[in-house]
T-cell receptor, first 115, second 114 residues
Framework: DAGVTQSPTHLIKTRGQQVTLRCSPK?????VSWYQQALGQGPQFIFQ???????QRGNFPDRFSGHQFPNYSSELNVNALLLGDSALYLC??????????????FGAGSRLTVL | AQKVTQAQTEISVVEKEDVTLDCVYE???????LFWYKQPPSGELVFLIR??????QNEISGRYSWNFQKSTSSFNFTITASQVVDSAVYFC???????????FGTGTRLQVFP
């Protein structure tokens, strides 16, 4: 049973460019959340997608956008990259309906470096 | 506002020592959940335990044990007889109400030396 898979694992971009990160949720899960983890910090919630719509959003600018597809996979897009966007981007999946009791399953992340 | 504090940034122990990782949380909600996740060098967060705000029963699972005290807003995690494979960053996290959005602490890096 495959867990959460993310691609690419590593990538390097320059300031001002745009990046797209991809996530396939664990089999049976229908909800995808994205987190940003800066070096030495805990993950910070970006947003969550359910039924192809953004359901919750954290304190991130509009440069961060996402999408969920009918097969529940998801993309995270970041426009106009800044040096401060360098981080590990984690995708987590869950099954809707259990609220705060949900245990999120995380992927290994995509490490983005902005030069 | 909700917040999770892990005051210990890094802990180093020698194999077979017991180690306790501290976690203090803040929330005004009466319904909430507390979690511990482990992050090995591979980067993937691995779920360890979940506790809800109505269940203060402490738990032991093998070498792991957890101490949840609402009176002090603490949810501490102890590893007994630590092993080198326990080396990782450990995160305490909080979710409140009907949302499964996690609020993480800054993590504690545990290094276990042989």
């Amino acid at each position: 049973d495959a867990g959460v898979t993310q691609s690419p694992t590593h990538l390097i971009k320059t300031r001002g460019q745009q990046v797209t990160l991809r996530c396939s949720p664990k089999s049976g899960h229908d909800t995808v959340s994205w987190y940003q983890q800066a070096l030495g910090q805990g993950p910070q919630f970006i947003f969550q997608y359910y039924e192809e719509e953004e359901r919750q959003r954290g304190n991130f600018p509009d440069r961060f956008s996402g999408h969920q597809f009918p097969n529940y996979s998801s993309e995270l897009n970041v426009n106009a990259l800044l040096l401060g966007d360098s981080a590990l981007y984690l995708c987590a999946s869950s099954l809707a309906g259990r609220g705060g009791a949900n245990v999120l399953t995380f992927g290994a992340g995509s490490r983005l470096t902005v030069l | 506002a909700q917040k999770v504090t892990q005051a210990q940034t890094e802990i180093s122990v020698v194999e077979k020592e017991d180690v306790t990782l501290d976690c203090v949380y803040e929330t005004r909600d009466t319904t909430y959940y507390l979690f511990w996740y482990k992050q090995p060098p591979s980067g993937e967060l691995v779920f360890l335990i979940r506790r809800n705000s109505f269940d203060e029963q402490n738990e032991i699972s093998g070498r792991y044990s957890w101490n949840f005290q609402k009176s002090t807003s603490s949810f501490n995690f102890t590893i007994t007889a630590s092993q080198v494979v326990d080396s990782a960053v450990y995160f305490c996290a909080l979710s409140v109400g009907l949302t499964d959005k996690l609020i993480f602490g800054t993590g504690t890096r545990l290094q276990v030396f042989p």
